[in-house]
């Protein structure tokens, strides 16, 4: 049995340990918002906070969270995603859409990390989130955009 | 029936079939895919009557595990790790950071455990995401990418390229250190490192012992 804090609820898990974490949260939990993309943590489109670090689900052992605080894009809070929130919507962000929660679930811990990032430093983080549509022009514009609001 | 001819001709045939026996390329072949996943027992070098030939020899046995992409991957010469057994970039592209560490938001923990992690429903080539507690990249100053056994050699001695380290400390570290112990047991998909830690820690132990002689190159 695997305990553990999901969106600020407290959860249990009972099936087998290896289950990936991001199986738990779309199948069991019933939260799909979170994507299931390549399954090896090359493309980022399972991205959680996992202890308020983004971390790809899909290569999380379930066994591995006990105790541990996940937040998927469901439940993502605070000023940092509100100010993404409303840049990714000033910009039309997405295009199919698909990749846009790992997207905005790093783009969020980027900000909690750094809250004036550089080009370089979006570059650095946002690295490992794959969009088949292209849309970084608009990411990086976004996170920009989420930063200079937050300054005010 | 020419007698002799016949004779001549068995042992002929003796002795290609004695030749396949010891020299087949097959097996000389099997006798060096055994030769690169063990490792000689630091004993075994004891007949090699000079000091500093035998410390050299030493060395280049060790440097069967410290030469192997398992452990050179993440020694790079550039900020960026290597992946694989053919050494290729790190993807995603991941970058070094503080304490080798990965970049604010991209860091190593982002994507590797604690422990290995099998992956299900995957291609043949991918069959687990490696992991360790103490997952990183080694200091810039110790990058091994590019080097010859040599220039490792005396990287490994240089206190300023080798974290600080006296040589009880580097023979510690190669025999005891959890993340260097990781490329012995590196998850499904991955060739091991040669040998045991315990047989490279006494090769490194036996090497310094006998004066930590570097090869030429």
Same mark, same amino acid.
């Given at each position: 049995?695997?305990?553990?804090?999901?969106?600020?609820?407290?959860?249990?898990?009972?099936?087998?340990?290896?289950?990936?974490?991001?199986?738990?949260?779309?199948?069991?939990?019933?939260?799909?918002?979170?994507?299931?993309?390549?399954? @090896?943590?090359?493309?980022?489109?399972?991205?959680?906070?996992?202890?308020?670090?983004?971390?790809?689900?899909?290569?999380?052992?379930?066994?591995?969270?006990?105790?541990?605080? @996940?937040?998927?894009?469901?439940?993502?809070?605070?000023?940092?995603?509100?100010?993404?929130?409303?840049?990714?919507?000033?910009?039309?962000?997405?295009?199919?859409?698909?990749?846009?929660?790992?997207?905005? $679930?790093?783009?969020?811990?980027?900000?909690?990390?750094?809250?004036?990032?550089?080009?370089?430093?979006?570059?650095?983080?946002?690295?490992?989130?794959?969009?088949?549509?292209?849309?970084?022009?608009?990411?990086?514009?976004?996170?920009?955009?989420?930063?200079?609001? $937050?300054?005010? | 029936?020419?007698?002799? &001819?016949?004779?001549?001709? =068995?042992?002929?045939?003796?002795? &290609? *079939?004695?030749?396949?026996?010891?020299?087949?390329?097959?097996? =000389?072949?099997?006798?060096?895919? /055994?030769?690169?996943? /063990?490792?000689?027992?630091?004993?075994?070098?004891?007949?090699?009557?000079?000091?500093?030939?035998?410390? =050299?020899?030493? &060395?280049?046995?060790?440097?069967? *595990?410290?030469?192997?992409?398992?452990?050179?991957?993440?020694?790079?010469?550039?900020?960026?790790?290597?992946?694989?057994?053919?050494?290729?970039?790190?993807?995603?592209?991941?970058?070094?950071?503080?304490?080798?560490?990965?970049?604010?938001?991209?860091?190593?923990?982002?994507?590797?455990?604690?422990?290995? /992690?099998?992956?299900?429903?995957?291609?043949?080539?991918?069959?687990? #995401?490696?992991?360790?507690?103490?997952?990183?990249?080694?200091?810039?100053?110790?990058?091994?990418?590019?080097?010859?056994?040599?220039? #490792?050699?005396?990287? #490994?001695?240089?206190?300023?390229?080798?974290?600080?380290?006296?040589?009880?400390?580097?023979?510690?570290?190669?025999?005891?250190?959890?993340? *260097?112990?990781?490329?012995?047991?590196?998850?499904?998909?991955?060739?091991?490192?040669?040998? /045991?830690?315990?047989? &490279?820690?006494?090769?490194?132990?036996?090497?310094?012992?006998?004066?930590?002689?570097?090869?030429?190159?």
């Amino acid at each position: 049995m695997v305990t553990f804090t999901l969106n600020g609820q407290e959860r249990t898990f009972d099936g087998d340990p290896d289950t990936p974490l991001l199986w738990v949260i779309r199948d069991f939990e019933k939260l799909t918002g979170t994507k299931y993309g390549c399954g @090896v943590a090359q493309c980022g489109a399972c991205t959680v906070h996992l202890d308020g670090m983004p971390r790809r689900s899909c290569v999380t052992p379930i066994a591995t969270i006990e105790g541990s605080d @996940v937040v998927t894009i469901e439940g993502v809070s605070g000023k940092e995603a509100d100010a993404i929130k409303t840049a990714w919507a000033g910009l039309d962000v997405p295009q199919c859409g698909y990749c846009q929660s790992g997207q905005v $679930m790093s783009a969020v811990a980027l900000l909690q990390m750094v809250p004036k990032p550089t080009d370089a430093d979006i570059d650095g983080a946002m690295t490992g989130n794959i969009c088949r549509c292209a849309t970084y022009h608009r990411i990086r514009a976004a996170i920009h955009n989420a930063a200079n609001s $937050m300054e005010g | 029936m020419n007698w002799k &001819f016949a004779i001549t001709g =068995v042992a002929t045939l003796c002795l &290609f *079939v004695g030749a396949g026996t010891v020299l087949s390329p097959a097996s =000389v072949a099997q006798d060096a895919k /055994t030769d690169a996943k /063990t490792l000689k027992p630091a004993a075994s070098f004891q007949s090699i009557a000079s000091e500093r030939e035998r410390s =050299v020899a030493l &060395f280049q046995e060790a440097g069967k *595990v410290i030469q192997h992409p398992r452990c050179v991957n993440c020694h790079p010469a550039t900020d960026r790790p290597l992946q694989g057994a053919n050494m290729r970039p790190h993807q995603p592209p991941v970058f070094r950071g503080d304490g080798g560490m990965g970049l604010p938001g991209m860091q190593c923990t982002t994507c590797h455990s604690a422990e290995n /992690t099998p992956v299900v429903g995957q291609a043949d080539t991918i069959k687990s #995401i490696p992991g360790n507690p103490a997952w990183h990249l080694a200091p810039i100053e110790m990058a091994w990418v590019g080097k010859s056994l040599g220039q #490792i050699c005396q990287q #490994i001695k240089d206190p300023a390229r080798n974290g600080g380290k006296t040589m009880d400390q580097i023979v510690e570290h190669m025999a005891h250190d959890e993340l *260097v112990g990781w490329g012995w047991n590196p998850g499904a998909g991955r060739e091991p490192v040669p040998g /045991t830690q315990a047989e &490279f820690g006494e090769l490194i132990s036996a090497w310094v012992k006998s004066g930590a002689a570097c090869p030429a190159s």
